[in-house]
């Protein structure tokens, strides 16, 4: 009787516990998962911190032309985007200097490249005669259609020009119509009507820590030597 009792009265206390421990097992789960979850943002703001200082690092170390500066508005590596465009644009504007030097006048080819940044290098003017130049920075070499001769190579890329102007496909499909983009074809044609000379421009570039090589007036654009243009861009015989 006595055994029956006592189990009387324990019986309400074991449902009660079988019943609130799953609740409280999963309240456990939960805080330890929402303390997980806090954790792993921590640590990944600890990770953007360092990160970020050490681009602010990079950016002190190395300024605008070498020059030490705060950091401020210095663009690191990453920020300048691809460093081999960045070295081939280097090299181009470096070409551009050197015939100016010499009297030459630049016609701006940026106003004929496609949205991949593709088009002529290097094209300048001076008493009836232009220069077609295909501009390479360091080790860079020809691609197979350069390899064909600049004559060749110009065709091919003004008869893809005028494709994207006059029907909207090819390497220039997104140019159909435009306005800007004709006024420039109109310009080279001018350009071409002179006696042409083809040239290759080998450009050796000093190091850049940065990647910029001068994009955005970030890093530094130099020639390791001279710009050497002495290279006929002939056909292959």
Known sequence: AVVGATAVRVAPTVYK?????PKAIRNIQSVARTASVLQDAVGQRERERIRASEKTKTAEKVGVNGAVIAGEGEKTKSECGNSNKNKG??????????YKKEGYEKFDTKRLENKSGHGID???SKDGKTVVIETKANTSQLNKWQKQGGEKYLKRQKGAMEEGLKKGTGRWKKFEGDKDFKKAIKDLKKL???????KICRVKLKDDPTGCYGKDGN??????GEVDCKKPWDAPK
């Open 17 to 21: 516990i079988a019943t609130v421990a």
């Open 89 to 98: 644009d280097c090299a181009e504007r470096l070409v551009n200097e050197k």
């Open 122 to 124: 290097n094209i300048l």
């Open 192 to 198: 071409l009507r002179n006696k042409i000379e083809y």
């Open 219 to 224: 890093g530094k654009c130099e020639a390791d």
